[in-house]
């Protein structure tokens, strides 16, 4: 009997209930996906083992479910289901962060805790109850991530993580003190218990990866090699572009925006810069009121709808209980699937002169975080609520980052900042970070680059301080493909939007297209193009490289 498309929605089903279990967690806010209560990643042998058996089952039966003679939507949403699939082999057992990676292992760790502290209070009594539970298993997960490195770990990963986790213990106990007013009495009494243990087992787990790396007890960087790399293009980002073409557009737009910056600069060069916010309540209320008027510039622009019913993003100070840990993940709260009337918030640093690279840019004029970081709010608000229930779902990130990143350049062209000179020659360098990051994304997947050299590089061309360009390509040589998303997803929704124009001719209409990109930012560009021009040159591409599972890296 042929599947039907209910067969498939509720494979999809169970297999996003299986993952929010069994999904490492991401240090990135997009990736992130609402747990059950309790949760903890589980990156023992055993426990990844597991993980191997089951997802073989899920692709026995997501490969009997064949949707070849369904409508262009059901095969699309066939097709993301494989994407997610097969990212889960390339997590298990070719990037292998879980025994290799120190920063990885680090976010396992800490990461949990992390992130339940990252939507504003009230905290009710299911997050408390998780806050206990997480400082709890510190301790053993130390003993574990210890166990996997001591086999397969990687020296260079093993010092950014040590630098990293400098004073952790002290830095965990601050966190925990300022929680106590936020949480009962009970609650703050059981963390207050558990959060010595917890402490020094952060602190071994530190001095540990000093020694080890230190001895030379650890291994050489692990190079995922540009046949694995493509695979991960053809069967998971579903891109068609080689790694080389890939890099030969990013310096094509890296250079273009080298020019347009220097141009822009050199036109407004009389005109004084910015000043900083006054304190951070002006920051929070700036930012506030920009949203406001760039909700209002969008509608009025005709470029995206502004339902009254999509939720706002906002900026809020650190609370002083996430500020000790803020180097574990990008510090907001976009909210989740079942929380998407929230409104998001990102939370941002007291503005002084010496703020990192995407902080200092936001002191001056919070708009240039609103048109990524409030793209992306919007965007996921709007997946979250798709039809498709598969495609509410992270899968990869060129279509998210890209949209994201696609919005910069956009808001750019359609004039947004016609009254910040220097926020235009700001968007122009965040284009230029952009574009380097596909440079650096391929060189260190292939073993052009090691990853001082990786930061070298983004510290003298961007450029950037060492703080920020150090963070970024530790979290790019765990997640080969994550750092090109930005640059190679932009590329492709404006060769969509190009296309479309030319398709549609009189009829095209910018909101109508932001309204289905956006819509549809879950799913890669490959398959947007696909449903809306009925353009199916770029699935016949992919599947030259023939089914993924036949051909595992």
Do not use: C
Request: avoid cysteine.
């Amino acid at each position: 009997m042929t599947p039907t498309t209910a067969d498939l929605e509720r494979l999809g089903t169970e297999f996003w209930a299986w993952r929010a279990v069994n999904s490492f967690r991401s240090a990135d806010d997009i990736p992130r996906i609402e747990r059950p209560a309790d949760w903890l990643p589980r990156f023992d042998p055993d426990g990844v083992a597991a993980q191997r058996r089951e997802l073989d089952g899920f692709i026995e039966r997501w490969r009997a479910t064949d949707a070849s003679s369904s409508p262009i939507g059901a095969q699309i949403d066939h097709r993301l289901l494989g994407s997610a699939l097969a990212r889960v082999h390339w997590e298990l057992d070719v990037l292998r962060n879980w025994q290799r990676d120190a920063v990885f292992l680090t976010s396992q760790i800490l990461g949990p805790w992390f992130d339940l502290l990252l939507a504003p209070p009230p905290f009710d009594a299911g997050r408390q109850a998780g806050l206990v539970h997480v400082l709890a298993a510190m301790p053993a997960a130390v003993d574990q991530a210890i166990a996997n490195l001591e086999r397969a770990g990687v020296a260079t990963l093993a010092r950014v993580a040590a630098a990293s986790l400098e004073g952790i213990g002290p830095r965990l106990a601050e966190s925990v003190e300022a929680l106590a007013s936020f949480v009962d009495t009970a609650t703050g009494s059981a963390l207050a218990e558990a959060q010595p243990a917890a402490s020094a087992s952060l602190t071994r787990y530190r001095d540990w990866l000093v020694e080890a790396a230190g001895a030379g007890r650890l291994g050489p960087d692990v190079i995922v090699g540009r046949e694995a790399f493509v695979w991960f293009l053809r069967h998971v980002a579903l891109v068609t572009a080689d790694p080389e073409e890939l890099v030969r557009a990013a310096l094509h737009d890296y250079r273009r925006s080298v020019v347009g910056e220097t141009v822009t600069r050199n036109r407004h060069r009389d005109v004084p810069p910015a000043p900083l916010a006054a304190d951070i309540d002006a920051l929070v209320a700036d930012e506030s009121a920009a949203e406001a008027g760039v909700r209002a510039f969008y509608d009025g622009e005709g470029l995206l709808s502004q339902p009254d019913s999509l939720r706002h993003y906002f900026f809020a100070a650190y609370p002083p209980y996430l500020a000790p840990l803020a180097f574990l993940g990008v510090t907001d709260d976009l909210t989740g699937d079942t929380r998407r009337e929230r409104d998001a918030v990102s939370y941002v640093r007291e503005p002084v002169p010496d703020l990192p690279y995407f902080d200092a840019a936001n002191a001056r004029d919070p708009r240039l975080g609103i048109i990524h970081e409030g793209a992306h709010s919007q965007q996921l608000a709007l997946a979250w609520a798709h039809p498709s229930a598969i495609r509410r779902r992270y899968t990869d990130s060129v279509a998210n980052e890209g949209i994201a990143h696609y919005n910069e350049e956009l808001m750019l062209t359609a004039g947004l900042f016609a009254d910040a000179p220097h926020s235009q020659t700001t968007v122009f360098n965040f284009i230029r970070l952009r574009a380097l990051r596909v440079v650096v994304d391929v060189n260190l997947a292939t073993g052009v680059f090691s990853l001082d050299e990786a930061v070298d590089f983004f510290v003298r061309l961007v450029p950037m301080d060492v703080e920020t360009a150090t963070e970024e390509t530790a979290i790019y040589v765990a997640t080969p493909g994550l750092a090109m998303s930005y640059h190679v997803g932009k590329q492709e929704v404006q060769r969509l939007l190009a296309d479309a124009v030319v398709a549609k001719g009189e009829a095209f209409s910018l909101r109508e297209f932001h309204d289905f990109v956006w819509r549809n930012g879950n799913v890669p560009l490959s398959l947007q193009r696909w449903e809306l021009l009925g353009d199916r040159s770029d699935v016949d591409a992919l599947d030259t490289a023939g089914p993924w599972f036949e051909s595992l890296p």
